[in-house]
T-cell receptor, first 114, second 113 residues
Framework: GESVGLHLPTLSVQEGDNSIINCAYS??????FIWYKQESGKGPQFIIDIRSNMDKRQGQRVTVLLNKTVKHLSLQIAATQPGDSAVYFCAENWPNNAGNMLTFGGGTRLMVKP | DTEVTQTPKHLVMGMTNKKSLKCEQH?????MYWYKQKAKKPPELMFVYSYEKLSINESVPSRFSPECPNSSLLNLHLHALQPEDSALYLC????????????FGQGTRLTVV
């Protein structure tokens, strides 16, 4: 059988539909969150961020929702396009005087069908 | 300029070699980071430099040695690596060490043979 962690969770959507990617974060003290998009062979690319004093933030075609009660983050992409196909990571920042300790979630692969 | 530039893009090295990865940014950022990413896994934090001083070392083996010569440059010196160290090594920078967006480079694909 398959080992856990060898395959990323995959979300497959039709072009033009809306996508929702979910993330559970681990530290209730985390106060800053970022969604990154990573295409094959490239580094993570910033999409949108949100601070813990907010529960929603909108960008161009993207919306991030934060539910601190259940430690849940979601990324909504409107009118998904083939160029949105990539792996999406959420990252949480643990408050730390020493530096920005961004810790990444496991990632979700988004596949957009034309 | 919002780029973090990493060189080389690809590196193959033997277990007895010494090599260095380089990272450069000209955004005036004062915090810089090294991450390691294995295939189909999220990036894992290795080191954080804040104002050119090492502030976080995530229990990384001593065969990885970071260096920050100035506020724009970050190096990662490699010596006596193992095949399991093969991975994508990502550099990132942010304005400071607080809650600010971190920009990533394209990474160096390292293969240890």
């Amino acid at each position: 059988g398959e080992s856990v962690g060898l395959h990323l969770p995959t979300l497959s959507v039709q072009e033009g539909d809306n996508s929702i990617i979910n993330c559970a974060y681990s530290n209730s003290a985390s106060d800053y969150f970022i969604w990154y998009k990573q295409e094959s062979g490239k580094g993570p690319q910033f999409i949108i961020d949100i601070r813990s004093n907010m529960d929603k933030r909108q960008g161009q075609r993207v919306t991030v929702l934060l539910n601190k009660t259940v430690k849940h983050l979601s990324l909504q992409i409107a009118a998904t396009q083939p160029g949105d196909s990539a792996v999406y990571f959420c990252a949480e920042n643990w408050p730390n005087n020493a530096g920005n300790m961004l810790t990444f979630g496991g990632g979700t692969r988004l596949m957009v069908k034309p | 300029d919002t780029e973090v530039t990493q060189t080389p893009k690809h590196l193959v090295m033997g277990m007895t070699n010494k090599k260095s990865l380089k990272c450069e940014q000209h955004m005036g950022h004062r915090a810089m980071y090294w991450y390691k990413q294995k295939a189909k896994k999220p990036p894992e934090l290795m080191f954080v430099y804040s104002y050119e001083k090492l502030s976080i070392n995530e229990s990384v083996p001593s065969r990885f040695s970071p260096e920050c010569p100035n506020s724009s440059l970050l190096n990662l010196h490699l010596h006596a690596l193992q095949p399991e160290d093969s991975a994508l090594y990502l550099c990132a920078s942010s304005q400071d060490s607080g809650n600010t967006e971190a920009f990533f480079g394209q990474g160096t694909r390292l293969t240890v043979v």
